[in-house]
């Protein structure tokens, strides 16, 4: 009987053993589920601002895009402004040069018949010096 009760106190010092084994087991795997619990929870919040990150990227994409559309009408009707600035510009130094060609044909003209006129007076003078001359004689 006494080997019997020292194998009951070595079975029991065992299951003593074993039972601490067993708590300081439980508690590992209490704290694992709190640090998973937590893990879990960052990634949770992690997936949660990663999606709020992806919605405003696509926000500020759609943004651009329409700044850049409007950059691009804008400098489409900037482009056009000046091709009609560049038109109205052309067509008024045309104008202007048709003008000055009339006005310097104008004065050529005038130059031409005074030119004619004084020849024909000179004319006139040598023919009334002439006539002049002759009776004088």
Same mark, same amino acid.
Do not use: C, P, W
């Given at each position: 009987?006494?080997?019997?009760?020292?194998?009951?106190?070595?079975?029991?010092?065992?299951? =003593?053993? $074993?039972?601490?084994?067993?708590? =300081?087991?439980?508690?590992?795997?209490?704290?694992?589920?709190?640090?998973?619990?937590?893990?879990?929870?960052?990634?949770?919040?992690?997936?949660?601002?990663?999606? !709020?990150?992806?919605?405003? $990227?696509?926000?500020?994409? $759609?943004?651009?895009?329409?700044?850049?559309?409007?950059?691009?009408?804008?400098?489409?009707?900037?482009?056009? !402004?000046?091709?009609?600035?560049?038109?109205?510009?052309?067509?008024?130094? =045309?104008?202007?040069?048709?003008?000055?060609?009339?006005?310097?044909?104008?004065?050529?003209?005038?130059?031409?018949?005074?030119?004619?006129?004084?020849?024909?007076?000179?004319?006139?003078?040598?023919?009334?010096? =002439?006539?002049?001359?002759?009776?004088?004689?």
């Amino acid at each position: 009987m006494a080997k019997q009760l020292d194998l009951l106190e070595g079975v029991e010092d065992n299951f =003593e053993a $074993l039972k601490g084994n067993y708590n =300081e087991a439980v508690k590992i795997i209490e704290e694992q589920k709190k640090q998973l619990a937590k893990l879990n929870q960052e990634a949770d919040e992690l997936a949660g601002r990663n999606q !709020q990150l992806e919605e405003d $990227l696509r926000e500020i994409q $759609l943004m651009l895009h329409d700044q850049q559309r409007v950059y691009s009408n804008h400098i489409s009707d900037l482009r056009s !402004q000046l091709n009609d600035l560049e038109d109205a510009t052309k067509g008024k130094f =045309e104008e202007q040069i048709v003008s000055l060609q009339l006005e310097l044909k104008l004065k050529n003209d005038q130059v031409q018949r005074a030119t004619a006129e004084r020849e024909q007076v000179e004319r006139k003078m040598k023919l009334k010096l =002439e006539e002049l001359g002759m009776t004088s004689h």
